[in-house]
């Protein structure tokens, strides 16, 4: 399966060494002090990665086939409201399922 992230060398540099994770995580993780938060840099580590790796392949498997085609459609306004292309609306339900609507992800 093709994802953006693992099938990126680059990127995948850049986030193992270009990134100091422990002060992001402390921040990131405020000092651990929620109990549904990792307990450490190493866990919250692995968490993120398995964050990357869903949205990286998410990214290259479901959103990139129909990225084109959403583009060339377009949103229109209709009576005041935004229409937006039915492969978008999939693309944002599918997000929903993954439940990547409450990451913060810059």
């Known amino acids: 399966m093709a994802n953006y ?3 990126n060398e680059d990127l995948q540099f850049y986030v193992q060494q ?4 422990s002060d992001l995580v402390e921040l990131t993780e405020r000092g651990f002090k ?10 919250a580590g692995d968490t993120y990665k398995d964050i990357r790796e869903m949205v990286g392949e998410f990214a290259a498997e479901e959103m990139s086939p129909v990225a084109a ?3 060339e459609e377009g ?28 990451l913060c992800i810059p």
């Open 5 to 7: 992230f693992s099938d």
């Open 18 to 21: 270009g990134i100091d994770w």
């Open 34 to 43: 929620s109990p549904d938060a990792p307990k450490s840099v190493g866990e």
């Open 69 to 71: 085609a959403i583009d």
């Open 75 to 102: 949103i229109h306004l209709r009576d005041g409201e935004a229409i937006i292309p039915k492969a978008q609306k999939k693309i944002y339900d599918r997000m929903s399922e993954l439940d990547l609507h409450w």
